[in-house]
């Protein structure tokens, strides 16, 4: 009869003769939707980036890209990847007032969006590309300098990317709803 004090170390042992593959969790399979056509050098830059993570990350990625810049085909490439089910949705957001649909019924299917999963704790962190600014600014900037001949007196204007945290993200999704009417 084994004594009762050797039961945990045998058992111990026990589970090393095991892989840890067996306890470990589910592949997480992740959907991702952007608006960068499919033969653009940016956005081929992006997807390979993507794949590399998954593949480090030991994801399945499911990327999707319209064949040519069409927010409608866009809207209806994330309705797809939601019907798949994925653990979790990234999508490039151009226009939020058309794509806003279709990343609420995402929500609304559990799926973790990053500004929700921000706001409610979920999530640490994420990068936020800030395209309005990098729009907005260049325009400000040189019209002040050709009119009041006026120059930015700092080398470094930062537009993004920046990390997006709990702490931050309500302000985040207020400054989208100001420029776009995104209500989540």
Avoid at 151 to 164: R, W, Y
């Amino acid at each position: 009869m084994i004594s009762m004090k050797f039961l945990p170390l045998l058992a111990c042992i026990a589970f090393s003769l095991f892989p840890f593959t067996i306890v470990a969790q589910v592949t997480p399979k992740i959907a991702m939707v952007t608006h960068g056509q499919l033969g653009d050098p940016f956005w081929l830059v992006v997807r390979n980036a993507a794949e590399t993570a998954a593949r480090q990350t030991k994801c399945d990625l499911d990327y999707r890209s319209p064949d040519h810049f069409d927010l409608a085909a866009m809207s209806h490439l994330i309705d797809e990847a939601v019907a798949s089910k994925p653990d979790g949705l990234i999508v490039s957001m151009p226009d939020v007032a058309i794509l806003g649909p279709s990343i609420r019924a995402a929500v609304a299917a559990g799926i973790p969006v990053i500004l929700n999963a921000l706001v409610n704790n979920q999530l640490e962190f994420a990068v936020d590309q800030q395209q309005w600014l990098q729009g907005h600014l260049p325009v400000v900037f040189l019209a002040n300098y050709l009119k009041y001949g006026s120059m930015v007196q700092n080398d470094l204007i930062l537009t993004g990317p920046s990390f997006v945290t709990p702490e931050n993200a309500r302000k985040a999704l207020n400054i989208l709803s100001s420029e776009s009417g995104w209500n989540p």
